[in-house]
């Protein structure tokens, strides 16, 4: 039954725009006029590869090969400067209001590459249909910015859209572009300086509020990774269905358990946030990254660290099947566990050489307290 609705969505998409015929078609069109794409799983917003946007691509090869493995993955693209571009997402009637709200305060912006998105269903109620207005950044650096005001979203560098012709996951239809308004008969505008100066004002402010760090070294690219691939297998938020609570429980996976500074698990969290029915404004998110530094847990703050380097000590000797690795990989275990864990070792300054050429040096290593032995 799913299928066959993914496949009259489909259909019904082809109809209206007169472009596509499958999936691959789709993505390969996009590759070909420069934006980077990566699939989403069938019907969803969630990335189908481990990196998400990361991975994304104009490569033939791989995006042969990923709609080979599966010809029903949606299709998504990176936005920012990976693929030149930057897009107002505009979410139903009360985004409508807010567009016209700015446009009266910053210029109407000029017609450009217009993707119509399919309503959401929240709390069983049809939100009516939002639209993704593609601009190019003209080599600009932006930034996702969730709620820049009522119900508009900026999708730009760390972020994507889902892309026609893919299929809504409440199954309300499959997104389209606006008659005569596709990549077929117009190029994206340039936004007006009015809107780059706005935004990137309003970029400003966000990067003006100091990240919490919250004492802990910074994780390494292995443990973020870790995490990102974590919160990229949660399913997402949604709205009336515990949404709020699933939410704080991830922002507690990021920055509690994995123990990531807030510049690390932002990105983190945004990425989950983007999936999210409707996605959090930037206060709520805020409100929840927040809660979860003050958040309690049963187990210290940063402990998923070391069970995730426990995990790749095995996994990995067993690959290469060297004692050499294994006695390697324990040495930085032990380096990294005393630092989560916070603990004093002997006195003295302690250079290191692993067995395969590693140098550690812990510097400053105090004497534990005699008192009482």
Not at 58 to 76: E, G
Not at 176 to 195: C, K, M, R
Not at 210 to 222: I, K, N
Request: proline share 5%; charged share 20%; glycine share 8%.
């Amino acid at each position: 039954m799913r299928e066959q609705r993914i496949h009259y969505t489909l259909l019904y998409s082809m109809l209206e725009n007169f472009i596509f015929t499958n999936f691959l078609e789709a993505a390969s069109y996009y590759a070909d006029r420069g934006l980077a794409v990566f699939p989403l799983l069938p019907q969803s917003k969630v990335p189908a590869t481990l990196n998400g946007f990361k991975d994304a691509t104009t490569n033939a090869d791989q995006i042969q090969a990923w709609w080979s493995d599966n010809p029903h993955y949606n299709v998504a693209i990176a936005t920012g400067n990976r693929s030149g571009t930057i897009v107002i997402d505009i979410d139903g009637a009360e985004g409508e209001e807010s567009l016209a709200t700015l446009e009266k305060q910053l210029g109407t912006l000029p017609v450009t590459i217009t993707q119509i998105t399919p309503g959401k269903m929240i709390n069983g109620q049809w939100t009516g249909k939002g639209r993704h207005l593609i601009f190019r950044t003209n080599g600009q650096q932006f930034s996702c910015r969730t709620g820049i005001v009522k119900s508009i979203d900026i999708k730009a560098d760390g972020g994507y859209i889902v892309a026609a012709p893919s299929v809504h996951p409440d199954g309300t239809g499959s997104y389209t572009f606006a008659e005569g308004l596709s990549f077929n008969d117009i190029e994206p505008a340039e936004l007006p300086q009015s809107w780059n100066t706005w935004i990137l004002a309003e970029q400003d402010k966000k990067k003006s509020k100091a990240p919490m760090s919250h004492t802990l070294p910074p994780a390494s690219e292995a443990i973020i990774e870790a995490c990102r691939q974590e919160v990229a297998r949660i399913k997402p938020a949604v709205q009336g269905h515990g949404g709020d609570k699933k939410t704080f429980r991830v922002a507690c996976l990021i920055f509690h358990d994995f123990g990531l500074s807030e510049a690390e698990g932002r990105p983190i969290l945004e990425e989950y946030n983007l999936r999210c029915v409707p996605a959090w404004d930037e206060r709520k998110l805020q409100h929840k990254i927040n809660s979860a530094f003050s958040h309690a847990g049963m187990k210290p703050r940063g402990w998923k660290r070391s069970d995730r380097l426990k995990a790749n000590i095995f996994r990995h000797s067993v690959r290469s099947y060297s004692i050499l690795a294994v006695l390697d990989r324990l040495l930085l275990l032990f380096v990294e566990q005393c630092t989560v864990t916070q603990k004093i070792l002997p006195c003295g300054t302690m250079p290191v050489i692993s067995t395969v050429g590693r140098r550690i040096t812990i510097k400053k290593w105090h004497p534990r307290s005699s008192k009482g032995h």
